[in-house]
T-cell receptor, first 112, second 113 residues
Framework: DAKTTQPTSMDCAEGRAANLPCNHS???????VYWYRQIHSQGPQYIIH???NNETNEMASLIITEDRKSSTLILPHATLRDTAVYYC?????????????FGGGTRVLVKP | DAGITQSPRHKVTETGTPVTLRCHQT?????MYWYRQDPGHGLRLIHY???????DKGEVSDGYSVSRSKTEDFLLTLESATSSQTSVYFC????????????FGPGTRLTVT
């Protein structure tokens, strides 16, 4: 699976959009971009995933560049409860199991 | 939230003792996973199961064994606990379809003294 690079930490203001970048310059054509987050002391939580088209769900939007070498997770209206570590994961879409490899992630602090 | 429970939630044990952690799901998902999380290492896969009695190793399986005799239960056993196995252990489940997301349990904090 391709390696990802994320900023170690970032702050954002409550009510504003939070834009979390992820670089995955060695991504292959059959690899998807996944985002998970982990709120303190809880298990990781799935947010969104995509291949090359932009994706949106009730939690967030995922913007993937045309060359697929980077992506941005957008939390449209950050709340204090969005304070967490956010993980960008790139992996092959495989039928037999979905083993995830978590890197360091971005520690996001939402401030009032 | 996905119906996943882990027990115990906290445990302190001594080096050399056997320990079994339990993961229980009510979602009838095919795949179940055990991860450990340590500072500086993120989450690392220990073992996973793709069906009753069907299991496979992850990247850090040494010192651990697993069993799955029912769809809903996945047990992780430390035959002889060591201090290096002090960690937070997370169970996860997924339907096993290509690309589907994993749902994680609340975690078990294990301390080996």
């Amino acid at each position: 699976d391709a390696k990802t690079t994320q900023p170690t930490s970032m702050d954002c203001a409550e009510g504003r959009a939070a834009n979390l970048p992820c670089n995955h310059s060695t991504i292959s054509g059959n690899e998807y971009v996944y985002w998970y987050r982990q709120i303190h002391s809880q298990g990781p939580q799935y947010i969104i995933h995509g291949l090359k088209n932009n994706e949106t769900n009730e939690m967030a939007s995922l913007i993937i560049t045309e060359d697929r070498k980077s992506s941005t997770l957008i939390l449209p209206h950050a709340t204090l409860r969005d304070t967490a570590v956010y993980y960008c994961i790139v992996r092959v879409l495989q039928a037999a199991g979905n083993k995830l490899t978590f890197g360091g992630g971005t520690r996001v602090l939402v401030k009032p | 939230d996905a119906g996943i429970t882990q027990s115990p939630r906290h445990k302190v044990t001594e080096t050399g003792t056997p320990v079994t952690l339990r993961c229980h799901q009510t979602e009838n998902h095919r795949y179940m996973y055990w991860y450990r999380q340590d500072p500086g290492h993120g989450l690392r896969l220990i073992h996973y199961s793709y069906g009753v009695k069907d299991t496979d190793k992850g990247e850090v399986s040494d010192g651990y064994s697993v069993s799955r005799s029912k769809t809903e239960d996945f047990l992780l056993t430390l035959e002889s606990a060591t201090s290096s196995q002090t960690s937070v252990y997370f169970c996860a489940i997924s339907e096993g379809l290509a690309g589907d997301e994993q749902y994680f349990g609340p975690g078990t904090r294990l301390t080996v003294t």
